[in-house]
């Protein structure tokens, strides 16, 4: 049986930004239940959908009335993204989607996982229900492993939510850190000094930073000591207290590079490991870190294991399409 609601909002302010530009957001929610919406005055009609579709819909409602009276812009995205946490009409994200009679129940995973960061440029969002786990596993657990493709959002995600705790000063210290795998060029052959030379390896976490925070924020933390980035190899014989610990591309690690930098997390520390199983650098015969890791720590509690897929990229759309073809192609 078709059923209709009306949505009354404050002013016409808010109703912008719930309706969001050439009202996008709509369109997006229009599309996961089926139904017809309309956006007259400052009321929002919805009809045409089933009583499951009308508890999805004030759902949607609430949050992005919420979102926008904290000052937020809800993107097209960010509705996306929360209709696929609640698993409305998102086929392939990972886990099993939610039913439509339980969707207006329980808690938002997408603004549950909201990452605040202090002078930062905008509030990151996760982009699916497995980021949203993710994300939430950092936070309730001192260490986290990611595993996921390219695109995925597991050192973005990273660094946002350490941004989040070092600048609000829930943590004294960021370090980042990955090894320097030699990818068919000795390092002994590239032009300039050490710090020259790994610095290609290291770039992709400035990249990370100078997406969310101003640069110039970035420059006052090096020179506070608050950030700290270096090759895997620096770790050894440290002890890190109180500080966020990222381990990138963690799948070029040996298992004693693995096991040495978890056994350098102090007090008060927590640790994220990401990295990409289908793309190992190591030298033949050389077993996985991360690999290794996984299979040795899965029955240890305190350790959070999350694992992204394609569905998950949020990089370029091309790209999903892209590491799909080469999933293809093994299985041929």
Request: hydrophobic share 40%; glycine share 10%.
């Amino acid at each position: 049986m078709e059923e209709s609601i009306t949505i009354v909002l404050d002013n016409r302010e808010l109703l912008s930004g719930v309706c969001g530009a050439n009202d996008g957001n709509l369109k997006v929610i229009e599309g996961s239940l089926g139904g017809r919406i309309a956006a007259r005055g400052n009321e929002i009609r919805l009809e045409g959908v089933d009583e499951a579709g009308l508890r999805f819909f004030k759902k949607m409602m609430d949050n992005l009335i919420s979102a926008v009276r904290e000052g937020e812009t809800p993107s097209p995205e960010y509705v996306r993204a929360l209709a696929g946490s609640l698993g409305i009409d998102s086929p392939g994200t990972g886990g099993a989607p939610a039913s439509r009679e339980n969707a207006g129940e329980g808690s938002d995973p997408i603004r549950d996982a909201l990452i605040y960061i202090p002078q930062g440029f905008t509030r990151v969002f996760p982009r699916s229900r497995n980021q949203a786990a993710y994300i939430q596993g950092m936070r309730t657990h001192d260490i986290t492993f990611c595993v996921g493709p390219a695109g995925t959002g597991k050192t973005y995600l990273a660094v946002a939510e350490a941004l989040r705790l070092v600048l609000s000063k829930k943590l004294r210290k960021l370090v980042l850190t990955r090894p320097v795998v030699e990818a068919g060029e000795s390092l002994g052959f590239l032009p300039g000094d050490l710090t020259q030379k790994i610095n290609p390896y290291l770039r992709p976490l400035y990249d990370a930073m100078e997406a969310l925070i101003p640069y110039e924020s970035i420059h006052r933390m090096e020179e506070t000591r608050a950030i700290e980035i270096a090759p895997l190899a620096y770790m050894r014989g440290r002890s890190l207290n109180d500080s966020m610990i990222i381990l990138d591309e963690a799948q070029n690690t040996t298992k004693e590079q693995m096991k040495m930098f978890l056994t350098r997390i102090g007090q008060g520390a927590r640790a994220v490991i990401t990295g990409d199983a289908t793309q190992i650098d190591l030298p033949k015969r050389v077993d996985s870190g991360l690999l290794h890791a996984i299979s040795v720590l899965s029955g240890i509690e305190g350790i959070h294991f999350s694992y992204l897929h394609t569905a998950d990229v949020v990089r370029n759309p091309l790209i999903k399409k892209i590491i799909q073809a080469y999933d293809n192609e093994k299985k041929a």
